[in-house]
């Protein structure tokens, strides 16, 4: 499969949002003006890939200080697999990283087993567990990985 990536632009705003829409759940998908506040964080970087002009799928992270932070990772499903998410967030990790972020930091659900491993995989480690996180009262990991410096431990 061949797609590329690009820095997000405003008029990549209305794809992005049903891409969200598509791959959550209505009760933790983001609403149109939660999007909208994530994208205008200080620091906000939103990376997209695409193929033939169709979004594919994006990857939204702010920072602050030495940390980063993964606030989305949205990738349609006929799309995953495909190297896709590993690409947004290979680009998203160099992006941060070269703003002297040391380490990124994010939330999954305890009860999804497939993004846990696409986590793991790519170096993130499980710290704790934050009871409730999600709507409904889902449990979520708190993941985090050391992208400069000395290595995280596991």
């Known amino acids: 499969m061949i797609f590329r990536l690009r820095a997000y632009r405003p008029e990549d ?9 598509l791959c959550y759940e209505p009760e933790i998908a983001y609403s149109r003006r939660e999007l909208r506040q994530y994208m205008r964080f200080p620091g906000a970087e ?5 193929s033939e002009r169709k979004l594919l799928g994006f990857c939204l992270a702010a920072c602050e200080g030495r940390s980063g932070y993964i606030i989305t990772m949205d990738v349609l499903q006929k799309y995953r697999r495909h190297g896709v998410g590993s690409a947004l967030l290979q680009a998203i990790e ?7 972020i040391a380490e990124i930091w994010l939330e999954t659900a305890t009860d ?24 409904g009262g889902r449990d ?15």
């Not at 705003?13 to 829409?21: G, S």
């Not at 939103?46 to 695409?50: N, S």
């Not at 160099?94 to 002297?100: A, Y």
């Not at 846990?116 to 709507?135: D, L, N």
């Open 140 to 154: 979520a990991h708190s993941m985090c990985k050391r992208i400069s410096g000395p290595a995280a431990t596991h």
């Open 13 to 21: 705003f209305d794809a992005l949002y049903e891409i969200d829409q």
């Open 94 to 100: 160099q992006q941060l990283q070269s703003r002297g």
């Open 112 to 135: 999804n087993d497939a993004a846990i491993a696409f986590w793991q995989k790519h170096g993130y480690c499980k710290r704790s567990v934050r009871k409730g996180y999600y709507p």
């Open 46 to 50: 939103c990376m997209v890939a695409e």
